[in-house]
């Protein structure tokens, strides 16, 4: 689907004497010319002391993904020097992501193969830089006949460290390629198109993912969601000839210190049903499914890093169609474990598959429950294209996932459940309505929802990733078009710091 990744390796090396296509350097502001980052500073002595000199005379200023390019100069034996802005003096791993991101988009076709001389060498620098590249990298050629013709991507990266034989900086490196892979993997199902990745190809190929991680996969088709009571799915998939599913994905070593579930949003294609969406609204709702790819993709994050925690995703999959077949406003549904729901807005469907998966979900008893879903367009006024919402029944909880959050480079923000929003949800008919009589506190009316599914004693937080979850915009960063692998890193940070005893 996506193009092959480059190859990321570590070696400890003169930045001048390393043969390759482009050697990048980091560059930041400063008051008359740009200040050089220490792996530059070697290749400014090749260049008598002006390369700063030279950079600012084309142009550079040293802002953070800033990329200048330049002729290598005699004694530095890459073709290129490439010159990426930092931001600062001293850049943070975030901003050494950015960097690597923008730097190896700016190369494509330039480059075949690069050396970072970026950063201190330390294990997070080495981190941040490769998780960079592989993200940055990323490319969605599936549907392209003529991406033979598109800059050839780059194949193999070096980052530069005195610290390369160090156990920590090898440790790093794997760790960030797993994660990037996942979260990779995330957007390539993203991206794939709503014809292409239905219910049944998804908990297909969500399967085959879970068997190669070693997983223990469980995939529930229409048959046997009748039978267990998923009255949500089920209704919300009755519109469409393509079946609903449920997938759990779940990793549980010997060893496991804690018992983390994630919980996914699956809606493959989202029209709104019989509230039909107008058309500008459907054009991006194959991402629908976003939540749901993170939360299986992180798991085989975890398993390939052998955490020592146990991580159980559930992926709760359907398509959202308008048919004559398709539930109606005022139809109501039983949710698993016995809650009725009177269905106000067919179009709110998100957190009837939810609420399935986390009833069932909370019958294991686990330590956390944390839902990632594409939910709201509410969340998005609030917060933007590139912030999560964070909201739950633990405020402790939410700030540390929205610590954890910061940590992996992700942008989450914590927001209430106010007093008087289960109120607004009150039904004449059933336990509960699916939305309020309102448009007011759309989010947070979502996450008072979903709260009525948790089990009690459980830790909970919701993730509304409707903003991030796909750039409709411009590249950025390590950030491409599309699907983004919102949440992912979040996700495999959490279960980290679960199996550390933080959790």
């Not at 050396?115 to 294990?123: K, S, T």
């Not at 080495?126 to 969605?140: I, M, Q």
């Not at 398993?303 to 109501?332: C, I, Y």
Request: with cysteine; proline share 5%.
């Amino acid at each position: 689907m996506s193009v092959k990744s480059p190859s990321i390796s570590v070696r400890k090396a003169s930045a001048p004497s390393v043969k390759v296509d482009a050697l990048v350097v980091g560059v930041a502001p400063g008051d008359q010319e740009v200040t050089l980052d220490s792996g530059a500073r070697e290749v400014d002595k090749a260049l008598g002391g002006r390369l700063a000199s030279t950079l600012t005379a084309l142009g550079a200023k040293g802002k953070a993904e800033e990329v200048t390019l330049l002729p290598s100069p005699g004694g530095v034996d890459a073709t290129l020097v490439a010159a990426v802005g930092l931001g600062g003096d001293e850049p943070n791993a975030e901003a050494l992501r950015r960097a690597a991101g923008a730097v190896v988009r700016r190369l494509a076709g330039k480059a075949d193969t690069v050396a970072f001389a970026v950063g201190d060498g330390a294990a997070e620098s080495v981190a941040a830089l490769a998780e960079g590249v592989l993200l940055g990298s990323y490319t969605f050629d599936r549907y392209r006949t003529n991406a033979d013709k598109r800059p050839a991507p780059i194949s193999a990266v070096t980052v530069l460290t005195g610290k390369a034989r160090d156990k920590a900086v090898k440790a790093a490196l794997a760790r960030a390629e797993a994660v990037a892979a996942a979260v990779n993997l995330t957007r390539d199902w993203v991206n794939t198109a709503p014809s292409d990745l239905y219910p049944e190809v998804f908990a297909d190929e969500a399967k085959a993912v879970g068997k190669r991680a070693g997983l223990t996969v469980e995939v529930l088709d229409r048959k046997a969601l009748e039978a267990k009571g998923y009255g949500g799915t089920l209704g919300v998939g009755q519109g469409s000839e393509r079946e609903p599913r449920v997938v759990r994905l779940s990793y549980k070593p010997a060893r496991a210190k804690k018992h983390l579930v994630f919980v996914g949003k699956g809606i493959t294609f989202d029209t709104g049903g019989i509230s039909l969406k107008p058309n500008e609204g459907m054009l991006t709702m194959k991402s629908d499914m976003a939540g749901a790819a993170a939360v299986l993709a992180a798991v085989t994050a975890v398993a390939e890093l052998q955490l020592p925690v146990a991580v159980t995703a559930w992926a709760p999959m359907a398509e959202n169609m308008p048919s004559g077949s398709a539930q109606r406003p005022s139809d109501v549904l039983r949710i698993y474990g016995g809650k009725t729901v009177e269905v106000l807005n067919t179009d709110a469907e998100g957190r009837l598959v939810l609420a399935d998966a986390i009833a069932r979900a909370s019958e294991d008893k686990p330590d956390v429950i944390v839902d990632v879903a594409t939910l709201t367009g509410a969340c998005m006024v609030a917060l933007g294209g590139r912030t999560f919402g964070i909201m739950g029944n633990d405020e402790d909880f939410n700030s540390f996932v929205r610590q954890t959050a910061g940590r992996a480079g992700e942008d989450g923000w914590p927001l209430p459940i106010p007093e008087g929003t289960r109120e607004s949800l009150d039904s004449k008919v059933a336990d509960l309505a699916n939305v309020a009589r309102g448009r007011l506190g759309g989010a947070l009316v979502a996450a008072s929802f979903l709260n009525e599914f948790v089990g009690e004693g459980i830790r909970w937080a919701h993730l509304d990733i409707a903003g991030p979850s796909y750039n409709d915009g411009s590249a950025w960063g390590y950030t491409p078009v599309g699907g983004t692998g919102a949440s992912v890193r979040t996700l495999v940070g959490l279960a980290e710091a679960a199996a550390a005893g933080e959790l």
